[in-house]
């Protein structure tokens, strides 16, 4: 985690599926890292199709930006202009950020995946605490989620959903992620390169590049 960009130019290099992770100081977030064993608490993914400024997708407790999909404030999953989103986490929740970019870049079919499971997963309420804390366990045991059918995606099956689930549904829609595992076996931990994920059909997660984020 030693080379840092600016976030003009993370923002410039950004590409559909790649990964922002954030590590911050706060009680709540030493307590994920602790739990999951990683430097990191948050994850979100890049969505940059067309003309549009690019996007994150993830999942948050607040509601402190418009989602770009629905045009409401709203908690739980969310589309965000990125580099609004990238601020908040830096100024409002105190947190460094990196991006880790995907390679090969994604085809035009899995953008058009992506924006599906955008279209499915918008909205979807973030989980209690107590429920965090306790899917997170259950993440651990191996097993086909309860309810879902062999081969069927997660994110079909979600009613609640924290940000590390959200980019695991969305890259299994895209093909980056082999489908059978539950939502909750993921975590913000999975998505650091200290973490042995890997991705379907050659593709592969650079390692974290710092981002320099601006005051203000």
């Excluded at 790649?18 to 307590?31: E, H, L, Q």
């Excluded at 607040?62 to 990125?82: E, Y």
């Excluded at 429920?131 to 979600?158: F, I, M, N, T, Y």
């Amino acid at each position: 985690m030693d080379a840092a960009i600016s976030l003009d130019e993370a923002i410039d290099l950004t590409r559909t599926g790649d990964i922002w992770i954030f590590r911050g100081r706060s009680g709540p977030d030493r307590a994920i890292q602790a739990l999951t064993n990683s430097p990191v608490n948050h994850v979100g993914m890049s969505v940059v199709v067309e003309d549009m400024p690019p996007l994150m997708w993830h999942a948050e407790l607040g509601k402190s930006l418009p989602d770009m999909w629905s045009g409401t404030f709203q908690r739980g999953v969310q589309l965000h202009d990125l580099r609004d989103a990238v601020h908040v986490w830096a100024h409002r929740y105190g947190q460094r950020g990196w991006l880790r970019q995907l390679e090969p870049s994604v085809s035009r079919p899995m953008e058009d995946l992506a924006l599906k499971t955008v279209a499915r997963l918008d909205g979807t309420p973030f989980p209690s605490s107590a429920q965090l804390a306790w899917r997170w366990v259950r993440g651990r045991v191996p097993h086909v989620a309860p309810g879902r059918r062999d081969g069927e995606l997660a994110s079909s099956v979600l009613e609640t959903a924290y940000c590390a689930e959200v980019v695991a549904v969305t890259y299994e829609a895209m093909g980056l992620l082999p489908r059978g595992r539950q939502p909750n076996w993921y975590d913000p931990g999975r998505f650091w390169s200290g973490d042995s994920l890997k991705l379907c059909d050659g593709f592969t997660l650079s390692d974290e590049i710092a981002v320099d984020i601006p005051a203000g």
